[in-house]
Nanobody, 117 residues
Framework: QVQLVESGGGFVQPGGSLRLSCAASGIRFSKYDMKWYRQAPGKQRELVARRLRDGSTNYPDSVKGRFTISRDNANYTVYLQMNNLKPEDTAVYLC???????????WGQGTQVTVSS
């Protein structure tokens, strides 16, 4: 059974930092591209970071320079370090594991991040 469990969300003031974690089980972790998405109320789900199997990373302009994705293949965990958080970063953050086959695409339950003064 595949499980992705996110943790690390919470409430933070603007300019603050949070580190999200996503622990995976039931998959060959090293074979998967790992991604973080976010979804704010009334908005479309947005890809905010991805770390591919080859080690490359991608970020949209909205978070570039503030967010960093990393992965620990030995411990089946992917992280999202978020610095200089802004109110517009408020959303539910979801972990995604994207495997080599189309059917191998899995989601976590999400963790809430709220940035407010």
């Amino acid at each position: 059974q595949v499980q992705l469990v996110e943790s690390g969300g919470g409430f933070v003031q603007p300019g603050g930092s949070l580190r999200l974690s996503c622990a995976a089980s039931g998959i060959r972790f090293s074979k998967y591209d790992m991604k973080w998405y976010r979804q704010a109320p009334g908005k479309q789900r947005e890809l905010v970071a991805r770390r591919l199997r080859d080690g490359s990373t991608n970020y949209p302009d909205s978070v570039k320079g503030r967010f960093t994705i990393s992965r620990d293949n030995a411990n089946y965990t992917v992280y999202l370090q978020m610095n200089n958080l802004k109110p517009e970063d408020t959303a539910v953050y979801l972990c995604n594991a994207d495997g080599p086959n189309k059917a191998q695409n899995y989601w976590g339950q999400g963790t809430q991040v709220t940035v407010s003064s």
